[in-house]
């Protein structure tokens, strides 16, 4: 019996050494780059947390992450980049796309791993979704190329309105895409759009505050991190400024928007977490197929589409995944 016990001890042994030497090497790095601000992306970073936690790297006891924000200066990024880059962490989180553009030509052996609204072959991040290649790889939910639906959407709720708004932030390097795809959804509505510009809260509040003036009956905000930190106040402020206005965030419905329409933004930076925790424990990103996320939801807010005096069509608030009364 005695000896059957020290031999399970020396077993335990032989398994507990190695991790305690493997305890005493160096905390892996996790570098973050976002083109926003910390106090705006909490519930996105404590998605990514959590399932990095899942895949068993929790932060400040076995793997230290290095936070880099850009605070809406996109012309930053790449500065930023190039240093997180420097100090040689063992993967880069790009979270947005504006970041993971700045981070690719800054390294090409560093580990980097996406989480963004836009697809990432027509933006040139990866070749291929399922065989991306390199050192990127990454999470997806489709919210850019569904700005023209969102315009769709408005234009049925709203089918007399003749003049229709684009909000974009004219420094994010998908703006154009944005802005020429939305003007062809236009064209074959019988639309006129009339496209805003807003890059800081002072060129939003007084966008927001200019639209009635330029003739805009009805608002599709572009996709991008800054509108995404505000989606609440957004919301609200269409709601203030009776501007009827669609953005892509359930967030954005639930604070006085009348609609919402995309992918949802947390299960991208969920996605990211597990890759991150892959990667730590030594596959390759090349090796890891985009997770694209290709389902949306519409979010319809009732009493706001009332307080503004517009009538909900039955069969959009049919196709509604949630109706907020």
Same mark, same amino acid.
């Given at each position: 019996?005695?000896?059957r016990?020290?031999?399970?001890?020396?077993?335990a042994?032989?398994?507990?050494?190695?991790?305690?030497?493997?305890?005493?090497?160096?905390?892996?790095?996790?570098? *973050?780059?976002?083109?926003?601000?910390?106090?705006?992306y909490?519930?996105? %970073?404590?998605?990514?947390? /959590?399932?990095?936690?899942?895949?068993?790297?929790?932060?400040?006891?076995?793997? /230290?992450?290095?936070?880099?924000?850009? @605070?809406e200066?996109?012309?930053?990024?790449?500065?930023?980049?190039?240093?997180?880059?420097?100090?040689?962490?063992?993967?880069?989180?790009?979270?947005?796309?504006? +970041?993971?553009? +700045?981070?690719?030509?800054?390294?090409?052996?560093?580990?980097?791993?996406?989480?963004?609204g836009? @697809?990432p072959?027509?933006?040139?991040?990866? @070749?291929s979704?399922?065989?991306?290649?390199?050192?990127?790889?990454?999470?997806?939910?489709?919210?850019?190329?569904?700005a023209?639906?969102?315009?769709?959407?408005?234009?049925?709720?709203?089918?007399?309105?003749?003049?229709?708004g684009?909000?974009?932030?004219?420094?994010?390097?998908?703006?154009?895409?944005?802005?020429?795809?939305v003007?062809?959804? +236009?064209?074959?509505l019988?639309?006129?759009?009339?496209?805003?510009?807003?890059?800081?809260?002072?060129?939003l509040?007084?966008?927001?505050?200019?639209?009635r003036?330029?003739?805009?009956?009805?608002?599709?905000?572009?996709?991008?991190?800054?509108?995404?930190?505000? +989606?609440?106040?957004?919301?609200?402020?269409? *709601?203030?400024?009776?501007?009827?206005?669609?953005?892509?965030?359930?967030?954005?419905?639930a604070?006085?928007?009348?609609?919402?329409?995309?992918?949802?933004?947390?299960?991208s930076?969920?996605?990211a977490?597990?890759?991150?925790?892959? %990667?730590?424990?030594?596959?390759?990103?090349?090796?890891?197929p985009?997770?694209?996320?290709?389902?949306?939801?519409?979010?319809?807010?009732?009493?706001?589409? /009332?307080?503004?005096?517009?009538?909900?069509?039955?069969?959009?608030?049919?196709?509604?995944?949630?109706?907020?009364?």
């Amino acid at each position: 019996m005695r000896r059957r016990e020290f031999i399970a001890a020396l077993s335990a042994a032989a398994v507990v050494w190695p991790l305690a030497a493997g305890a005493q090497q160096a905390m892996p790095v996790v570098g *973050l780059l976002s083109s926003a601000s910390s106090r705006d992306y909490v519930p996105m %970073i404590a998605a990514f947390r /959590k399932s990095l936690g899942e895949a068993g790297f929790v932060e400040g006891r076995n793997v /230290k992450i290095e936070y880099v924000w850009a @605070d809406e200066q996109y012309d930053r990024l790449p500065t930023l980049a190039a240093n997180l880059v420097s100090h040689q962490v063992s993967v880069i989180v790009a979270a947005s796309t504006p +970041a993971a553009l +700045a981070l690719k030509p800054a390294t090409t052996t560093i580990p980097i791993v996406f989480a963004i609204g836009g @697809d990432p072959v027509r933006t040139g991040l990866v @070749d291929s979704l399922s065989h991306p290649g390199g050192n990127i790889t990454g999470a997806a939910h489709i919210n850019v190329e569904t700005a023209p639906k969102r315009l769709e959407l408005m234009h049925e709720l709203m089918p007399d309105v003749k003049i229709a708004g684009l909000l974009v932030n004219p420094t994010n390097p998908l703006a154009k895409s944005v802005e020429s795809a939305v003007l062809a959804a +236009a064209g074959s509505l019988g639309l006129a759009l009339q496209v805003a510009h807003a890059r800081s809260d002072e060129e939003l509040d007084a966008t927001f505050a200019s639209l009635r003036g330029l003739g805009v009956g009805a608002l599709v905000i572009g996709t991008d991190p800054l509108f995404t930190s505000r +989606a609440e106040k957004l919301g609200a402020m269409s *709601l203030r400024l009776k501007m009827p206005a669609i953005y892509q965030y359930r967030e954005f419905t639930a604070a006085g928007g009348v609609m919402s329409y995309g992918g949802s933004i947390l299960d991208s930076y969920r996605h990211a977490g597990v890759y991150v925790g892959r %990667i730590l424990r030594g596959e390759k990103p090349g090796d890891l197929p985009v997770q694209l996320s290709t389902r949306v939801e519409l979010f319809v807010n009732l009493k706001s589409a /009332k307080a503004l005096g517009l009538s909900v069509p039955l069969p959009l608030l049919g196709r509604a995944d949630e109706v907020i009364e």
